[in-house]
């Protein structure tokens, strides 16, 4: 009936595996790559989606099973979802912890190289958030979306 290559329920195997391994290798590169996309990170993500092709569908040529594939990562991720919203312990587990990279004017230049931010790019978000320097900054974080968050510094931190 639907002249797939494989077992309809190979699809939804492979696209769950194939869903947790992508997931997992994602959090695994960083929080950066995902605040703002590079040139770079499109084309990895352009080949990271060719080279799971074969993996979600191996040799089938039919309409049905992407679509059986498509449906599972949809599912998958609308489960992932509720769960994260749900569960603290599995917010954390999935989208990770934010990370502090400015503490009271004061730079962690460690917590940068961690998490592969260049001095450049943090001086740019800076002037993104209308900062100077980053003695104007009380905290800054790097948040699990990729973004960086600022609290400024008052009159009264300075002293």
Request: hydrophobic share 55%.
């Amino acid at each position: 009936m639907l002249d797939l290559a494989l077992p309809w329920w190979e699809f939804v195997v492979r696209a769950a595996l194939a869903y947790v391994v992508l997931l997992v290798l994602l959090r695994m590169t960083g929080k950066r790559a995902f605040g703002e996309l590079a040139p770079f990170d499109i084309v990895v993500l352009i080949l990271v989606g060719g080279a799971l092709r074969s993996a979600l569908v191996g040799e089938d040529k039919s309409f049905a099973g992407p679509v059986i594939c498509v449906a599972t990562i949809l599912a998958l991720d609308k489960i992932f979802g509720w769960l994260a919203a749900h569960s603290r312990a599995f917010d954390r587990l999935l989208e990770g912890r934010p990370v502090l990279l400015v503490r009271n004017g004061e730079l962690l230049v460690t917590a940068l190289e961690k998490n592969s931010i260049s001095r450049e790019a943090f001086d740019r978000e800076l002037r993104v958030n209308d900062l100077r320097s980053v003695a104007d900054v009380a905290e800054a974080r790097l948040e699990p979306t990729g973004r960086i968050t600022f609290l400024r510094r008052g009159p009264v931190d300075r002293q």
